[in-house]
């Protein structure tokens, strides 16, 4: 079975609203004025990866990251080993590699993975360090980072990476890593707007084929800002719409994931690594950010995706941008999205089925 799903222009509020309605078989495009002048994507879904009873490499405890390549091809990383897991687009398994540790080819804490011809970086954010491996999985290298990577965005078709690197002295840096190199800088984290005192942000980032990057300061502000790949300031995208409040059981999850962040928090110190300070994030517990954390990704034809706030535990409403900045409309996709990823004509993502197993869903982008 398929799902059909198509870009909604009108007001956000009403596409909540609709979205609870709509199957997961098929949904109805709603297409705005606001959208006609770029071609408008629409997702049907090919596929899926992940049972509660299927066993082996398909079977999920945790994903972290997803990322999908130009032939469909499914990167999945989590916590438990094996720590990285590689299918095609029908889920059979490729290989797999990597576990828990801190030597050659282990992982703590492990955020973002980007895939290329030439290999593979792993980015760690506990272990503040980069894994190089080869196509095949296999562990060729690391490399330290010089900081907290409080953020990590991979290139569709590349192995690259660019991270936002927080020493704690100073505005977040923005540095690109090839698969060669040690990392170079390419600019700062713009502040955040009204930031108050004992409050943190949560910054997002992404970076496109042209190599050209979206930063997110912080989700609570709908302001998106576009670096070219020198790191040159080019422009901003916005919206000016209200944020959606949350009801009781999302502020009690809310506070579930605080003591969830504490107890890594405290593992990390026990294991004789650093830990952020124990800030409170920015904005407030009655109403959501606009945009989720690590919400942004490109895709190849240079439209940013914004994973926003505005859907339920039954849909996710994405943002679509046109590289110009103009707001071309929203995606409603009919199930509550995590991960996600975009390459060639594919959109893979971490989705929760309804007995609570995690799985992968692909959806090809027409």
Avoid at 57 to 77: H, M, N
Avoid at 140 to 145: E, G, K, L, N, T
Avoid at 224 to 251: C, D, L, M, N, Y
Wanted: positive net charge; hydrophobic residues 40%.
């Amino acid at each position: 079975m398929s799902d059909s799903v198509r870009i909604n222009a009108r007001d956000p509020r009403h596409s909540v609203r609709l979205a609870r309605f709509l199957s997961i078989a098929a949904v109805t495009a709603l297409v705005g004025t606001a959208a006609t002048a770029q071609s408008i994507p629409r997702l049907v879904q090919v596929g899926s990866i992940g049972c509660a009873d299927c066993g082996g490499a398909a079977r999920f405890a945790t994903i972290s990251d997803v990322t999908v390549t130009d032939s469909g091809q499914v990167l999945v990383v989590g916590s438990e080993a094996p720590t990285l897991r590689l299918f095609d687009r029908t889920g059979r398994v490729i290989w797999t590699a990597g576990r828990d540790g801190t030597g050659p080819g282990e992982y703590r804490r492990p955020m973002r993975a980007s895939i290329g011809q030439s290999g593979i970086q792993v980015v760690d954010m506990a272990l503040r360090r980069l894994s190089r491996l080869s196509g095949d999985g296999t562990f060729q290298s690391s490399a330290p980072i010089a900081g907290f990577p409080a953020g990590a965005a991979a290139r569709n078709g590349s192995s690259d990476v660019v991270l936002i690197v927080d020493n704690f002295t100073g505005p977040k840096g923005l540095e690109r890593w090839t698969l060669g190199d040690s990392g170079r800088p390419v600019g700062s984290v713009p502040p955040v707007q009204g930031a108050q005192p004992g409050t943190i942000a949560f910054p997002s980032v992404a970076v496109a084929l042209s190599g050209d990057i979206a930063l997110l300061p912080d989700g609570n502000v709908y302001l998106i800002h576009r670096f070219a790949a020198s790191g040159a300031p080019s422009g901003t995208w916005q919206r000016q719409i209200e944020r959606v409040k949350r009801t009781p059981a999302e502020i009690a999850a809310l506070e579930r994931i605080r003591q969830r962040a504490a107890a890594r928090a405290s593992a990390e110190v026990g294991r004789g690594r650093g830990a952020p300070p124990p800030l409170r994030a920015s904005g407030s517990d009655d109403l959501k950010p606009h945009i989720a954390i690590d919400g942004l990704r490109f895709d190849d034809a240079g439209r940013l995706w914004v994973r926003t706030m505005r859907g339920d535990e039954a849909s996710t409403i994405l943002d679509v941008f046109a590289p110009d900045g103009r707001f071309i409309g929203e995606v409603i996709v009919p199930t509550a999205i995590a991960a996600f990823s975009l390459g060639g004509r594919w959109l893979a993502a971490d989705t929760e089925a309804a007995d609570g197993t995690r799985v992968v869903r692909i959806w090809e982008v027409r």
